[in-house]
């Protein structure tokens, strides 16, 4: 059974740091495209960034280029986001996702299996 599950959420004050990590378990993350979303209240699904197993590629949205990292362990059984320099705006629900290599890793539509979600709260 494929399962993800994402933690390393909570409250942290603006310009803090949190680093999310995403756990797979059933299947392996080699040969996958693995990406980050979020969603605040109200607002859509937006992608955060992703990255390819097959190539090592990373993707980042112009909104979080430069604070965050997204990056995986060795065996390949988790994918890590770093995010560092937290802005207010950065509030969200955030979601891992997992399929087999994709060209466009920023539709969450091309995903298949997604995690729980993990909530990240940037506030003062």
């Known amino acids: 059974q494929v399962q993800l599950v994402e933690s390393g959420g909570g409250l942290v004050q603006p310009g803090g740091s949190l680093m999310l990590s995403c756990a797979a378990s059933?299947?392996?993350?080699?040969?996958?495209?693995i990406g980050w979303f979020r969603q605040a209240p109200g607002k859509e699904r937006d992608w955060v960034s992703c990255i390819s197993t097959v190539h090592g590629t990373t993707r980042y949205a112009d909104s979080v280029k430069g604070r965050f990292t997204i990056s995986t362990n060795n065996a390949k059984t988790a994918v890590y986001l770093q995010m560092n320099s937290l802005k207010p705006e950065d509030t969200a629900v955030y979601y891992c996702a997992v399929d087999h290599p994709l060209i466009d890793c920023s539709d969450p539509e091309a995903f298949g299996s997604w995690g729980q979600g993990t909530q990240v709260t940037v506030s003062s």
């Open positions: 059933g299947f392996p993350l080699d040969y996958r495209t």
